[in-house]
């Protein structure tokens, strides 16, 4: 992978096709898919890029927000079917199999700070996938968005299945998949697809507005309501352990120093500055 920070400079190009960058500003990760000659379209390698790169950006007290986003004017064109096995059915020696692209979606899903994925052009297949893992999904109007595995003869792996189903309910679920469609923006939106659609002459300005926006806002708040969430949306979480959870959060609120300063501001009229950050 390529990294940008100010404390790195960027490793040199690598020869082969298809790489993930990171640039981190201001508290921002931006995770880049690129690879240009494939429509971005994910490789075995860039997704274990991916394994890799996302836990030490969650374990970074210098990054508070994660974006990720395709390189050029398209966000990713899925896998690649170049290597299309290797992604998707790796085989190891033990004769087991490795789906990296599950893998990569379960590396993003795993990170605890808030993750956005902005698309903007073509997002297919796994593509989405690996964009629905993210929180939320912001679209500019001129992407489209397609699950086509019904096209090429595959089964949409797993994680993107439940993920699916869980965001758009059964029906929609199979009427994406079993027919193949591409969708625009507008109607991925309508469909469940995707969070929120931009104007094309805009998006960058209200994305950058957005992520300042989720800088702003007290990592205690949205780390622990992620947790909750995704813990309460997660299948076969006992009640038990869902209700210890929240009884552990919702305890700690008070010994939180955001609570204070945040009360403290709305009452000064003043913009709040929240100084909690996740331990380990």
């Known amino acids: ?32 898919i690129c ?28 990054v508070a927000v994660v974006v990720l986003r395709g390189a050029g004017n398209t966000f990713c064109a899925g896998a690649a079917i170049s290597e299309l096995a290797s992604v998707l059915i790796d085989r190891q020696a033990d004769g087991s199999t490795v ?10 899903a795993a990170v605890s700070k808030p993750t956005v994925a902005l698309v903007d052009g073509a997002c297919m297949g796994g593509g989405w996938q690996i964009a629905s893992a993210c929180d939320f999904t912001i679209a500019n109007e001129r992407a489209v968005i397609g699950l086509t595995p ?47 659609v931009v104007p094309s002459e805009s998006f960058e300005e209200k994305c950058a507005a957005l992520v300042s926006t989720l800088r702003s806002r007290s990592q205690f708040s949205m780390y622990s309501m992620k947790r909750l969430m995704d813990l309460t949306d997660a299948s076969g979480s006992g009640l038990a352990v869902i209700d210890q959870e929240w009884a552990e959060a919702w305890s700690a609120m008070p010994d939180s120093p955001d609570m204070e300063i945040g009360v ?14 996740p331990v380990g």
Not at 99 to 108: E, G, K, N, V, W
Not at 269 to 276: L, N, V
Request: one cysteine or more; glycine letters at 6%.
């Open 35 to 62: 690879n240009p000659a494939q429509r971005n379209a994910l490789t075995r390698a860039m997704c274990l890029e991916i394994q890799e790169l996302m836990p030490p950006l969650d374990a970074d007290p210098d």
């Open 150 to 196: 019904a096209k090429i003869g595959i089964i949409y792996p797993r994680p993107g299945i439940e993920r699916l189903i869980r965001q758009v309910g059964h029906a929609k679920a199979k009427y994406i998949l079993l027919t193949g469609e591409t969708f625009s923006a507008t109607e991925a939106r309508a469909l469940g697809l995707v969070a929120d």
């Open 99 to 108: 789906d990296h692209l599950s893998a990569a979606d379960a590396a993003i």
């Open 1 to 32: 992978m390529t990294v940008v920070s100010p404390a790195n400079t960027a490793r040199p190009e690598v020869s082969r096709a298809g790489r993930i960058s990171v640039a981190i500003s201001d508290g921002v990760a931006t995770v880049e």
């Open 264 to 277: 403290n501001a709305f009452l000064n009229r003043e913009q709040p500055r929240f100084t909690w950050r």
